[in-house]
């Protein structure tokens, strides 16, 4: 498990958009990213995360930067929830989570008392040269 700070490179990765396309972190460059991780989709907490992204989505695509959601759910249920909620960005699927990996954000969480193993909900702002601010 990686931990990434600001300053680092932000670690490049490849994996399924909601629309099935592989897409790579590097093909984004020359815009400002904010990379967001969420437990899963359609729920009240990562609802009301997204929904706060899509409001405020023209202010963000002004400042020439993207959002992209990343989460476990798989490309099925990417497509409901953009659909659902009209997001205007991607969502990325990180069944194996090797992207939450790399960004330090897999881990033990905790409710009801039971222990196990997620999404700790996070986001990261990736300059357009790739280097997390």
Request: charged letters at 25%.
């Amino acid at each position: 498990m990686g931990t990434v700070a600001v300053g680092d490179p932000a670690p490049d990765f490849a994996a399924l958009t909601d629309q099935g396309e592989r897409l790579k972190l590097s093909d984004l460059r020359g815009k400002r990213v904010i990379l967001y991780f969420y437990p899963k989709d359609d729920t009240t907490g990562c609802t009301t995360q997204a929904c706060g992204f899509r409001d405020q989505y023209p202010v963000i695509e002004a400042k020439n930067a993207v959002v992209v959601g990343v989460s476990p759910d798989n490309v099925k249920s990417h497509q409901k929830f953009k659909t659902k909620y009209n997001l205007p960005f991607i969502l990325l699927v990180d069944e194996d989570h090797a992207v939450a990996d790399a960004y330090g954000v897999w881990g033990e969480k905790s409710m009801y008392g039971k222990k196990y193993m997620g999404i700790i909900r996070s986001h990261f702002v990736i300059d357009e040269e790739g280097k997390v601010v």
